[in-house]
């Protein structure tokens, strides 16, 4: 049965979200290295950028689009994993000096200033590998699903994914984008992990048909823009210590931002407007959506 279209304001994760958010918590605790493990160093600075941190707005996406799907949560613990991992060494590689240059994540010092560089950047490749690494061992009856899942995974990674977003992103420092081209450096940099979140989601579940993937992958887009948009907003008018990272930093890096190219009341207008087609794309769901209705109320309401 279809459900109809809301747009409640999500300024906070719901306590539905919050258990989602502790399980994927307590599913990478176990599947990250022991900081006893050797190399110690290495280990300790994998933990250190994955948990304890970060709202888990992936893995809640995963999980999301698995009940949407009609699956359980124990079917897409290992994609919720995957994904945050995924998002942590990307969030470990973009804060290095030779990328945003950031010295705060999460409210607390980035990996290459608690350790070192080079650990660093070890850290955020050993991140990545071990994401791969947990989906291709999931035991599965259904193979081809498996390869579709570390294909997603794959492309959201690479030049047409974060890679090619940051890349989209160190280009345009200093210059003006127009909107065009800002969409798609952020449809690249921020969208396509969450794209590919709900995508593995629902593929976990075992969702094959193709039109509802295809709302999957729509209600992603949507939130990934609208997800952005309300950074770019937060960069303004956030505080600090509310929103883990140096309020102003966009601006002073001359980066840019919806607000620097709409302005604040259209880069509102816009986000609006994208939670409104995500909430659309999930017409052909039922009650069992309703994770991933939040989700994009609260990618346009939240405040941090």
Do not use: W
Not at 102 to 116: E, Q, V, W
Not at 130 to 145: C, I, S, V
């Amino acid at each position: 049965m279809a459900h109809r279209a809301s747009t409640p304001t999500r300024r906070e994760l719901t306590p539905a979200l919050l258990a989602l958010a502790a399980r994927a918590e307590s599913v990478l605790e176990r599947a990250l290295p022991a900081e006893t493990q050797a190399p110690l160093g290495l280990h300790r600075a994998m933990r250190y950028s994955t948990l304890g941190g970060g709202k888990r707005l992936r893995p809640c996406l995963v999980y999301g689009a698995a009940l949407a799907c009609g699956g359980a949560l124990d079917t897409a613990d290992t994609s919720a994993a995957a994904v945050e991992m995924i998002h942590a060494y990307s969030l470990i590689h973009d804060d290095l000096p030779a990328m945003d240059n950031d010295d705060l994540r999460r409210g607390k010092p980035t990996c290459h200033i608690a350790f070192d560089e080079a650990t660093a950047i070890l850290a955020g490749d050993a991140l990545q590998a071990l994401a791969f690494e947990l989906l291709a061992r999931e035991p599965t009856d259904d193979a081809t699903a498996r390869v579709e899942m570390l294909h997603a995974l794959a492309v959201a990674c690479g030049s047409q994914g974060m890679a090619g977003g940051q890349a989209f992103d160190l280009d345009g420092v200093g210059r003006r984008l127009d909107r065009g081209e800002l969409e798609r450096m952020h449809a690249h940099k921020t969208g396509a992990l969450i794209r590919a979140s709900v995508q593995l989601g629902a593929l976990a579940a075992g969702e094959r048909d193709a039109t509802r993937i295809a709302a999957m992958l729509r209600y992603g887009h949507a939130v990934g823009l609208a997800f952005q948009i309300r950074d770019d907003i937060l960069d303004i008018e956030g505080e600090t210590h509310i929103i883990g990272k140096p309020q102003g930093s966009d601006a002073a890096q001359n980066k840019p931002t919806y607000p620097a190219i709409l302005g604040l009341t259209e880069s509102r207008a816009l986000a609006g407007q994208l939670r409104a087609q995500a909430i659309s794309a999930l017409a052909g769901f039922d009650e069992r959506a309703v994770h991933l209705r939040d989700l994009a109320c609260y990618s346009v309401d939240r405040m941090s």
